[in-house]
C-alpha cells in the first residue's frame, strides 16, 4: 500500500474506531477467502464489519486515540482482524462466535473492548452467549410485573372475600326479618 493510501486507510480507521463503543480483535489464521467472506457477510448481518489490518496500524490507531493499554497492545501479533461493531456488541459476539463454530473455531477471539472495558475470551463467551436485546427486556418485564401480578391477586382475594361476608352478612338479616 502507498504511503497515501495507507495515511487514507488509517484515518477512516481510525473515525472508526472512535466513533464505536465496541470492536474485537481476532486472530484470522485458517481461513480461506470464501471463509472471510462468509464472515463478512454473517457481521454485516449483525451490524458489524470485519477487517484484516496490520498490527502497527491498529497500534498507531489505539495510540493516536489515547486507547494504548496492554491489555489490548499484547494481542497485537500474527495475522489480526479487527471486528468492528454496531450499537450491540451481544449481536456482533453472537455471529463471531456462531461462526466460529461453525468453522473449527475460526476465527480465534484474542481480545476486544466494549464501553472502554476490556473484554477477555471468558467474557466474549458469556457475551456471545446472552439472548437478543428485545428477549432480555421481555424477561425484565416479566420479572416487574410478577409482583404487580401477585399484588393484584391478593386485593382481588381480598375484595372477593368481603363481597362474600356481605353477602353472608344481609342472608341472615334476611332470615332474621323473617
Known amino acids: 500500500m502507498k504511503r497515501a493510501n495507507k495515511e487514507s486507510f488509517v484515518a477512516g480507521f481510525q473515525d472508526q474506531v472512535r466513533e464505536t463503543s465496541v470492536f474485537y480483535l481476532t486472530d484470522y489464521s485458517g481461513l480461506d477467502v470464501k471463509s472471510m467472506t462468509q464472515l463478512r457477510h454473517r457481521l ?4 458489524a464489519e ?3 489490518v496490520k498490527n ?9 486515540l489515547d486507547m494504548e493499554v496492554p491489555e489490548l497492545t499484547e494481542h497485537l501479533t500474527g495475522p ?5 461493531a454496531g450499537e450491540s456488541p451481544v449481536e456482533s459476539a453472537k455471529a ?3 461462526f466460529a463454530k461453525a468453522h473449527d473455531n475460526r476465527p480465534v477471539f484474542k481480545v ?4 472502554q472495558s476490556i473484554v477477555a475470551a471468558e467474557q466474549f463467551d458469556r ?17 416487574l410485573q410478577a409482583p404487580l401480578a401477585g399484588l393484584l391477586g391478593v386485593l382481588q382475594a381480598k375484595l372477593q372475600e368481603t363481597a362474600g361476608v356481605l353477602e353472608a352478612l344481609r342472608a ?5 326479618e323473617n
Open 56 to 64: 502497527r496500524l491498529v497500534l498507531r490507531v489505539l495510540r493516536d
Open 96 to 98: 463471531l462466535s456462531d
Open 44 to 47: 454485516r448481518e449483525a451490524g
Open 112 to 115: 476486544g473492548m466494549v464501553d
Open 127 to 143: 457475551l456471545a452467549k446472552l439472548p437478543p436485546r428485545e428477549e432480555l427486556l421481555a424477561q425484565l418485564a416479566g420479572v
Open 172 to 176: 341472615s338479616r334476611e332470615s332474621e
Open 50 to 52: 470485519y477487517m484484516v
Open 80 to 84: 489480526t482482524g479487527v471486528v468492528i
